[in-house]
């Protein structure tokens, strides 16, 4: 059973950073595509950055330039560092994956979920 623990969270001001990190056991990690997604109070879960196994990379619109997804292949950790961070970008951060090939920022092909950490950016 794959287990999906998220860290690294908490309270900045905007223009602020942070990095996430996101560690993966108890099985082979999901080389297929890892991905962070995000929710915001009284919105639906949306895609943030999504990493394949051949190291392609998406993001999201409002994060481009923003944000860097990596992942450290060898210590089975996902990371996403937060920079010029706005208080659009509160939310709780979740790690996700997959072992099948095929990476997009669509919720329901990852099998494996983390229970989020939390982000809070202030004016």
């Known amino acids: 059973q794959v287990q999906v623990v998220e860290s690294g969270g908490g309270s900045v001001q905007a223009g602020g950073s942070l990095r996430l990190s996101c560690e993966v056991s108890g099985y082979a990690y999901p080389t297929g595509c890892m991905a962070w997604f995000r929710q915001a109070p009284g919105k639906g879960r949306e895609g943030v950055a999504a990493?394949?196994?051949?190291?392609?990379?998406t993001y999201e619109d409002s994060v481009k330039g923003r944000f860097t997804i990596s992942q450290d292949n060898a210590k089975n950790i996902l990371y996403l560092q937060m920079n010029n961070l706005k208080p659009e970008d509160t939310a709780m951060y979740y790690c996700a994956g997959r072992h099948l090939a095929g990476c997009r920022l669509q919720e329901a092909i990852f099998a494996y979920w983390g229970q989020g950490t939390q982000v809070t950016v202030s004016s």
């Open positions: 990493i394949d196994r051949a190291g392609g990379i």
